[in-house]
């Protein structure tokens, strides 16, 4: 029979397997469990269940189809394979970006140099069609012409291009800062995390949720918090959402509305 597990369920919620790797994890780790035990043990303390359950949904808002650590590892590989394929998907447009900048160089150098090739050509009188390279040298001389300028036109058309690749990088860039992608939502959870426990407990206590937060950003394979990193979340995310409702204070807010409304 298996142990039971040490935290009663956070009603109407329940563990979830994400939650119970997260809470072995923080035991594991004599930072964290320190962490942990203040900020659950202290005269504000927070309930040891909701802590981790919130920090459950930092980690990941979703609720996993399947549980167990092979779904976890799998739903976060495919997770970093995403966030790949965006990261690629930028380094392409700035290399469209740089192709655009070439051609338009190269277009511009290309005409010049034709424009020079078809208007001078070496020879200061040529032959006449009576010498025996009189005939070959004319025929050549009126190609050259005729494709320099077949070449010249074609310069406007790769100016053209040129233009519209820069058409299309400018959508991408408009569409980039429109687009979700993974760091914004992680900087949403963390930033909505943080409100919850200043709700709490009268301030972020910034120092102890970094290394609670780092077990899922380690668990992710991503890049981890310190206490001055949230700080600066809390303060440029803080500058951006003033009507931000507090996590776990819906209904007080609503009261507050009605009450200022009547």
């Not at 040490?6 to 994400?18: D, E, T, V």
């Not at 053209?160 to 900087?187: D, I, M, T």
């Amino acid at each position: 029979m298996k142990n039971p597990f040490p935290l009663k369920q956070p009603a109407p919620f329940k563990f979830r397997a994400l939650d119970k790797k997260l809470y072995y994890l923080i035991q594991r780790d004599p930072d964290t469990k320190i962490a942990f035990q203040r900020m659950t043990s202290d005269p504000r303390a927070i309930d040891a269940s909701w802590l981790l359950c919130v920090l459950g949904v930092e980690v990941d808002s979703s609720v996993p189809e399947q549980d167990g650590d092979d779904a976890i590892q799998e739903r976060y590989a495919n997770d970093a394979s995403r966030k790949r394929t965006w990261e690629n998907w930028n380094d392409a447009l700035d290399g469209l970006k740089s192709n655009a900048e070439t051609l338009r160089r190269v277009s511009t150098k290309m005409k010049k140099h034709l424009a020079e090739a078809r208007d001078w050509l070496p020879g200061e009188y040529g032959y006449s069609m009576r010498h025996p390279r009189g005939e070959t040298y004319h025929v050549l001389q009126k190609a050259i012409w005729e494709t320099a300028e077949v070449l010249i036109s074609f310069t406007d058309k790769l100016n053209g291009c040129a233009k519209v690749l820069e058409a299309y990088c400018l959508l991408g860039k408009q569409w980039r800062k429109v687009a979700p992608h993974a760091e914004e939502k992680e900087v949403q959870r963390t930033f909505a995390l943080l409100q919850w426990v200043k709700h709490r407990k009268g301030r972020c206590h910034f120092e102890l949720m970094a290394p609670l937060i780092n077990v899922g950003r380690r668990l992710r394979h991503e890049k981890e918090e310190t206490a001055e990193s949230l700080r600066s979340l809390w303060r440029r995310e803080g500058s951006n959402r003033k009507h931000t409702a507090h996590l776990g204070d819906l209904n007080s807010g609503h009261f507050k509305r009605q009450k200022s409304l009547n």
